[in-house]
């Protein structure tokens, strides 16, 4: 499921020192070494953009607001950071990260040479490369232009992506997260119950959310009955009071994603009914080492004769952090079990067509025995 990314990104993106201090990435390095040295990679480059910066957050602290940006984290010697912004912005950039060389590379054609100086020599180096396939073909082509033969590249997606565990500091931040998107879900529903039209109730929840130090929110909305979501149209209009509220909204909070469905309705159906039930029997089943397939299965019965709503896209959760998606999609055909301090969105929903659809979600965090409940979607206002 996509939302739509702002044009501007707003919100503070400082450096947090005193939640996130520099031996927490001292202590990323390292394992990231680690890769380098099984692998007999001299640096790793790591790539982020404005629409997904997972790694290159989660290694530099930079969080890339507009373009892109790219760390060269070496196995020897110190990392730099070449950001796709002008010179006058490199003081304040420098702001977000523990990198002390910040480099700007808004003329990014002649950019990666000095760069790479530091690698000068006759033998071929490898490198790591973590989320190249995002990048654009031109900025692609003008760093491999650079490259030349000096080095040679090797996707190493899977092999960072292996350390990247979810450690203490980072369960904090998104347990932060959380409650920010739990309360903003709360005011999406309790504006609707008010009176306020889909829209203007999704506008209180993101209103609600950037007083609570939101850096991002992402917001979708129905206006057929909750049988599709769409971003604002700018109608604002009143509440239709036989027309049901099914929304969804997401928040990035100290770099951290949170998100939830709501859903609310005048009268009860069996639509919401089966929804709520498919979530429950998630729940139930809900435990270390428990086969994502199996999570799938038990929404999917829950909810029969109806299928899942389409706007999930076959999928009924995954995890959650840096990124709105971190991968580990519930999928029927999903081959991996939940582990221990993950941290997952359960997400479920049907339609009907005489009811419409309904959307419900849980927030959890995967323990030795069982889960944490986070939050769960606001609850639905049945008569």
Known sequence: MRTVH???VIGS?????????????Q??????NRVMDENGWKAILVYGDAAEHSALAWFSAFTTRLRWGMALLPREGEPRLLIS????DVPAMKLMTWIPD??????????????????????????????????RPPLDASLRKSLGHRFRLHAADEAVAAIRTLRPRERSQIHAASSVVQTAASAFIESWRMGAGVEG????????????????????????????????????????????LVGYIAVKHMGYWADAFVTGVARRNLTIERTRAALRAMLALVRPDVAASELHAAASKALSPGALHPVLGGSVGHRLGLSLSEGGEIRGDSQHQLK?????????GTCEDADGG???SAMIEIKAKGYDLLHLSPAPDIR
Request: charged fraction near 25%; aromatic fraction near 12%; include cysteine.
């Open 358 to 360: 309904a959307l419900t």
């Open 85 to 88: 912004m002008s010179s006058r």
């Open 201 to 244: 109730a999704a506008l209180k929840a993101e209103h609600t959310a950037r007083m609570m130090a939101a850096q991002d929110v992402r917001t979708l909305m129905s206006f057929d009955g909750g049988r599709t979501l769409a971003p604002y149209r700018g109608e604002f209009a009143g509440r239709d009071p036989r027309a049901a």
């Open 340 to 348: 221990p301090g993950e941290i997952y969105t359960l997400q479920v």
């Open 27 to 32: 202590a990323r390095t390292a394992d990231l």
């Open 13 to 25: 993106y400082i450096w947090d020192q005193d939640r996130v201090p520099r031996d927490e990435f």
């Open 102 to 135: 910040v480099l700007s590379g808004w003329n990014w054609e002649s950019a990666f040479d000095p760069w790479l100086a530091r690698f000068a020599g006759d033998a071929t180096l490898d490198f790591g490369t973590v989320a190249f396939e995002a990048m």
């Open 6 to 8: 702002p044009c501007i």
